[in-house]
């Protein structure tokens, strides 16, 4: 079946302006993790859906930075009044979360990721 | 931090040889995921190693775990160029279920 797909692959724009990021999870997956990885770095955690569950926001960087999902399908990433600092590669992965604890099979299925750079 | 610590942050080998890359990570795990990524872009799940195992194989590639040190290690045998990746580990750390992932081991592969 399809894997994780993002849109879009690339999005240039100027400091300022908003950005809206789509990521579309593998169908059945119910956890959906959004990163950010600046050139040369590793990833960092930004947000964590499960299921109809409140989110864990707590690696969102700023009040400019939000997202939504639906359910279990689309998330949509949104970074308004972009910065330069902004500039990276914005990573969605989704999981099938099997049981917690030991037991815990959360292999995550990344998407190829949107490159942003910001003007 | 509670992300995984990769290291050597950079290595560089010829085709052929093997590649042993090492993790050490901080308080009681479940799990610990290794992951590579080409090109800066999606990761790919290589393999999960859990907290009562050892030593796992898949194909050319062997992950140690020694929960005593909080470390582990994965070994790729007879190294490709095709290998050459950024590679991550991904501790699974008891009560959460956050991944943190740390800044990866950066291998080249010469042919």
């Known amino acids: 079946g399809a894997g994780v797909s993002q849109s879009p692959s690339n999005k240039v724009t100027e400091k300022g302006k908003d950005v809206e990021l789509r990521c579309d999870p593998i169908s059945g997956h119910t956890a959906l993790y959004w990163y950010r990885q600046r050139l040369g770095q590793g990833l960092e955690f930004l947000i964590y859906?499960?299921?109809?569950?409140?989110?864990?926001k707590s690696g969102l960087p700023s009040d400019r930075f939000s997202a939504e999902r639906t359910g279990e399908s689309v998330s949509t990433l949104t970074i308004q009044r972009t910065q330069q600092e902004d500039s990276a590669v914005y990573l969605c992965?989704?999981?099938?979360?099997?049981?917690?604890?030991?037991?815990?099979?959360?292999?995550?299925?990344f998407g190829p990721g949107t490159r942003l750079t910001v003007l | 931090s509670q992300q995984g610590e990769e290291d050597p942050q950079a290595l560089s080998i010829q085709e052929g040889e093997n590649a042993t890359m090492n993790c050490s990570y901080k308080?009681?795990?479940?799990?610990l995921q290794w992951y590579r990524q080409n090109s800066g872009r999606g990761l790919v799940h290589l393999i999960l190693i859990r907290s009562n195992e050892r030593e796992k194989h898949s194909g050319r590639l062997r992950v140690t775990l020694d929960t005593s040190k909080k470390s582990s290690s994965l070994l790729i045998t007879a190294s490709r160029a095709a290998d050459t990746a950024s590679y991550f580990c991904?501790?699974?750390?008891?009560?959460?279920?956050?991944?943190?992932f740390g800044t990866g081991t950066r291998l080249k592969v010469l042919a």
């Open positions: 308080t009681s795990i479940n799990n």
């Open positions: 991904a501790p699974g750390y008891s009560g959460t279920y956050k991944y943190i």
């Open positions: 992965a989704s999981s099938t979360r099997r049981a917690g604890g030991f037991l815990s099979t959360d292999t995550q299925y």
């Open positions: 859906f499960q299921g109809n569950s409140a989110p864990d």
